[in-house]
């Protein structure tokens, strides 16, 4: 087996093990540990040895007897791991799948939203914390630190290993719905740092919404969050060049969009739309759908995509759903229309001087004419973004401004300098 293969079934594998850890022992953060030593010593026993005929079992078993080691304070755990390995397999490992549970506790509300993101990553996701830490452009130490102070707070929580009912159970899902969305976020558009995305983090993301969806496959949002992950990866592809550089949506060749993810993600979207109720996360795969469903550009459904911006916006307001808005509703009445629209966000602090609102607009100045406007705002957003492969589009946006009309780098617009 592959060093690859080797790590996908570790990292399938790590959430299970600590689940059923965690259910026997309730000592989340001593679990956590033992899993991840487990999992270290797979990494450097399997492939010299082989993967053994139970390797949920063979975890499990290491992983116990390291947390044991750890309350009686014995200092020879190494000694013992080698023999744990050659021993009989318990007979009471459970078939049971306890991913959910583990993440409902990663999504406690007693964490902030990063560390509920961190946690996630590190027990259900596998992630290493220095494989986090860079993830984030953290210091691993600060980032150890937050998982530390995550794990500390669950346990003075007084958190029990189980699905909470009811509403309470309807609300951790919400965030835990987020978490994922979140980190598919960050991992599709990176939010700082030389690449634009970070596959890694998309797939993963993508990976344990699968598991979430296979446990609550009834759910019309979590299999929308499903089918938006689904359809908008599938363009992964597509986005940049090969010299990693940015490439808008209505530029790209639909070509290399995979079709397989297409088509499971329309599937989803079919099933999500069906249900009794209606989410965010059903309305932004069926606006993504709608994206997969043209196969030129100009041939976008773009009144329907503003519909569906529309009921979002009113279920869900969001400044960022009202922006996407605007860009739908250029496509349907004309850039000066759009530009109204952007112009409600103006007071709203949570947009003040964001690189999206400002591109947006230099976007939308440029198909009015106003060139000089649009090379202002170009050059705002470029300065505005910490993704360095967004600064660099949005400047050549700027610079292809500035070969249009000259003129513009003459003027005594005030944005319009070269600092």
Same mark, same amino acid.
């Given at each position: 087996?592959?060093?690859?293969?080797?790590?996908?079934?570790?990292?399938?594998?790590?959430?299970?093990?600590?689940?059923?850890?965690? #259910?026997?022992?309730?000592?989340?953060?001593?679990?956590?540990?033992?899993?991840?030593?487990?999992?270290?010593?797979?990494?450097?026993?399997?492939?010299?040895?082989?993967? +053994?005929?139970?390797?949920?079992?063979?975890?499990?078993?290491?992983?116990?007897? /390291?947390?044991?080691?750890?309350? #009686?304070?014995?200092?020879?755990?190494?000694?013992?791991?080698?023999?744990?390995?050659? !021993?009989? *397999?318990?007979?009471?490992?459970?078939?049971?799948?306890?991913?959910?549970?583990?993440?409902?506790? %990663?999504?406690?509300?007693?964490?902030?939203?990063? =560390?509920?993101?961190?946690?996630?990553?590190?027990?259900?996701?596998?992630?290493?914390?220095?494989?986090?830490?860079?993830?984030?452009?953290?210091?691993?130490?600060?980032?150890? &630190?937050? @998982?530390?102070?995550?794990?500390?707070? @669950?346990?003075?929580?007084?958190?029990?290993?189980?699905? +909470?009912?009811?509403?309470?159970?309807?609300?951790?899902?919400?965030?835990?719905?987020?978490?994922?969305?979140?980190?598919?976020?960050?991992?599709?558009?990176?939010?700082?740092?030389? &690449?634009?995305?970070?596959?890694?983090?998309?797939?993963?993301?993508?990976?344990?919404?699968?598991?979430?969806?296979?446990?609550?496959?009834?759910?019309?949002?979590?299999?929308?969050?499903?089918?938006?992950?689904?359809?908008?990866?599938?363009?992964?592809?597509?986005?940049?060049?090969?010299?990693?550089?940015? *490439?808008?949506?209505?530029?790209?060749?639909?070509?290399?969009?995979? #079709?397989?993810?297409?088509?499971?993600?329309? !599937?989803?979207?079919?099933?999500?739309?069906?249900?009794?109720?209606?989410?965010?996360?059903?309305?932004?795969?069926? $606006?993504?759908?709608?994206?997969?469903?043209?196969?030129?550009?100009?041939?976008?459904?773009?009144?329907?995509?503003?519909?569906?911006?529309? @009921?979002? !916006?009113? $279920?869900?307001?969001?400044?960022?759903?009202?922006?996407?808005?605007?860009?739908?509703?250029?496509?349907?009445?004309?850039?000066?229309?759009?530009?109204?629209?952007? =112009?409600?966000?103006?007071?709203?602090?949570?947009?003040?001087?964001?690189? #999206?609102?400002? =591109?947006?607009?230099?976007?939308?100045?440029?198909?009015?004419?106003?060139?000089?406007?649009?090379?202002?705002?170009?050059? /705002?957003?470029?300065?505005?973004?910490?993704?360095?492969?967004?600064?660099?589009?949005?400047?050549?946006?700027?610079?292809?401004?500035?070969? %249009?009309?000259?003129?513009?780098?003459? =003027?005594?617009? +005030? !944005?319009?300098?070269?600092?």
């Amino acid at each position: 087996m592959t060093a690859p293969r080797f790590e996908d079934l570790l990292r399938e594998l790590t959430p299970q093990v600590l689940g059923t850890l965690v #259910r026997r022992h309730g000592q989340f953060e001593g679990c956590e540990d033992a899993v991840q030593e487990a999992v270290l010593a797979a990494a450097v026993q399997w492939p010299a040895e082989g993967v +053994p005929d139970n390797p949920r079992g063979w975890l499990l078993t290491v992983a116990s007897r /390291r947390l044991v080691d750890q309350a #009686r304070s014995d200092r020879a755990r190494r000694a013992r791991e080698s023999a744990a390995a050659t !021993e009989v *397999v318990p007979e009471d490992v459970p078939d049971t799948d306890d991913t959910l549970v583990l993440l409902f506790l %990663c999504c406690h509300p007693a964490l902030t939203a990063a =560390s509920q993101t961190a946690l996630t990553l590190r027990a259900v996701g596998g992630l290493t914390t220095a494989e986090i830490a860079r993830a984030f452009l953290v210091p691993e130490a600060t980032m150890a &630190a937050r @998982i530390s102070r995550a794990k500390q707070r @669950i346990r003075a929580a007084g958190s029990s290993f189980a699905l +909470p009912d009811g509403a309470e159970r309807e609300e951790r899902l919400r965030v835990v719905l987020h978490v994922l969305y979140l980190i598919f976020n960050e991992g599709y558009t990176a939010s700082s740092g030389s &690449a634009l995305h970070r596959a890694d983090l998309a797939r993963e993301a993508i990976r344990l919404t699968r598991r979430v969806h296979a446990q609550l496959p009834a759910d019309d949002e979590v299999t929308g969050l499903l089918a938006l992950m689904l359809l908008t990866h599938a363009r992964s592809r597509a986005r940049t060049t090969t010299a990693g550089d940015l *490439v808008p949506l209505d530029e790209q060749d639909r070509g290399a969009w995979d #079709r397989g993810l297409i088509e499971e993600g329309t !599937e989803l979207v079919k099933a999500a739309l069906a249900g009794p109720t209606l989410g965010p996360y059903q309305l932004q795969a069926a $606006i993504a759908a709608t994206h997969a469903d043209a196969g030129k550009a100009e041939e976008t459904d773009w009144r329907q995509v503003h519909a569906l911006y529309l @009921i979002l !916006e009113r $279920i869900a307001p969001n400044p960022m759903v009202t922006l996407n808005r605007a860009v739908a509703l250029a496509e349907t009445e004309g850039p000066p229309a759009g530009l109204a629209l952007l =112009s409600a966000l103006d007071a709203d602090q949570r947009m003040a001087g964001h690189h #999206r609102l400002l =591109s947006v607009r230099a976007h939308l100045l440029e198909k009015t004419g106003d060139l000089a406007g649009a090379y202002a705002h170009y050059r /705002r957003a470029a300065k505005a973004t910490a993704s360095i492969a967004e600064q660099r589009f949005l400047e050549s946006r700027a610079e292809r401004v500035a070969r %249009c009309a000259p003129e513009v780098l003459r =003027s005594d617009h +005030p !944005e319009t300098g070269h600092g």
